[in-house]
């Protein structure tokens, strides 16, 4: 249904360290980042985990499912949060 | 649930709360929480509005300047939280940011939105009823915003909506309760508590919807934006609590002649009376 391979960006590739990099599209925007969870994609940016929520190619990752759903190159990820609003 | 004003309530002046899924709230009035100044105009209102129930929306986080949370602002001994699906155009977005908010707030509760169209606000029949339907499914208590249609408030009730929420008039709009025969008929035939929501723009239009009968008043922009929302939300509560009791005492009847409060027997000068047209 969605095609996830197909968006250009870097190949995964190692690191020295070892750690793969993989590329993904955060809130719309490219993004490259070392391969990860989604709890792993909260903590690197620096948000609250219980304030935020996250959802990975149109599927909602429950709180409980972050620190196992790892992320893969071309997932298309939304990390929202609460707002004013009526 | 708010304590200290249901102990000051004479016997004369009670009345029932309101029931929505497991919540139970002695306030009518539910507010938002978009477009105060800050945080602590946000605060400020929805304590002085009495709310007990506030809504919020569902945004991509800021990934570049983190400040504080609007959760931080709202108390949840205190507050309700009701998150909607605002800004979505379809079922399916409206059903994701519902699941969205879920899992954040771990509350059943949505305000669900399906709009058709940037301009007007105005909510799309069809998907709502689409998006109702399957949040239902999904154990969402549904609080639905929709057009006042009467019909159409019944189908979103048989749906199983746990609450149905007519706009007085567009979101934002200030124009108030346009046709409040229509909301009148909708309160006829909806079972579940039928919130006017959306159009409220000063204290007298959320007095009418509660006079119909209206379970409840959700409003936003006519606090946030007047220009002092702080005395605003003052008048905002005095409004739904008067709209309400008004309701329940019972309204005289709309008569086209006058009917004298003081006797017209015992005048001092009963022969001065003209005579009939």
Not at chain 2, 89 to 97: E, K, L, N, P
Not at chain 2, 184 to 190: M, Q, S, W, Y
Request: net charge negative; with cysteine; aromatic share 2%.
């Amino acid at each position: 249904m969605l095609d996830y391979g197909a968006r250009e960006g870097p190949a995964p590739k190692e690191t020295m360290t070892g750690c793969e990099t993989i590329g993904i599209e955060l809130n719309g925007e490219r993004r490259e980042l070392t391969r990860t969870s989604v709890a792993g994609l909260v903590a690197q940016l620096g948000l609250r985990p219980e304030v935020v929520a996250v959802e990975v190619n149109q599927t909602l990752v429950p709180r409980a499912e972050r620190e196992r759903r790892e992320l893969a190159s071309g997932d298309k990820v939304e990390v929202v949060t609460l707002v004013g609003g009526g | 649930m708010s304590a200290t004003t249901d102990i000051a309530t004479p016997p004369w002046l009670a009345d029932e709360p309101l029931l929505i899924g497991a919540h139970v709230f002695t306030s009518r009035l539910l507010v938002g929480t978009g477009k105060y100044r800050d945080n602590e105009e946000t605060r400020a209102a929805l304590e002085i509005s009495g709310t007990q129930c506030v809504t919020v929306a569902v945004r991509r986080v800021n990934l570049d300047g983190k400040g504080p949370s609007l959760l931080d602002a709202i108390d949840r001994s205190r507050y309700v939280i009701l998150p909607n699906t605002a800004g979505c155009y379809d079922a399916q977005s409206a059903v994701r940011t519902a699941q969205l908010a879920r899992d954040v707030l771990e509350t059943n509760l949505v305000k669900l939105e399906v709009l058709g169209d940037p301009k007007t606000l105005l909510p799309d029949p069809v998907g709502t009823l689409e998006a109702t339907k399957e949040l239902v499914k999904q154990g969402f208590d549904v609080l639905v915003y929709t057009s006042d249609d009467p019909r159409l408030g019944v189908r979103l009730e048989e749906l199983g909506a746990v609450a149905v929420m007519p706009a007085g008039s567009p979101i934002g709009s200030g124009q108030g309760i346009l046709n409040p025969n229509a909301i009148r008929i909708l309160l006829e035939l909806v079972r579940v508590p039928v919130i006017v929501d959306a159009g409220v723009g000063t204290a007298s239009d959320v007095a009418i919807a509660m006079e119909l009968g209206a379970a409840g008043v959700l409003l936003n922009t006519g606090i946030a934006s007047a220009r002092e929302p702080l005395r605003m939300a003052a008048a905002m509560r005095d409004a739904c609590s008067a709209g309400r009791q008004a309701f329940l005492a019972g309204r005289i009847p709309r008569k086209l002649y006058a009917n004298a409060s003081s006797p017209a027997d015992g005048l001092i000068h009963a022969a001065g009376r003209p005579d009939p047209a």
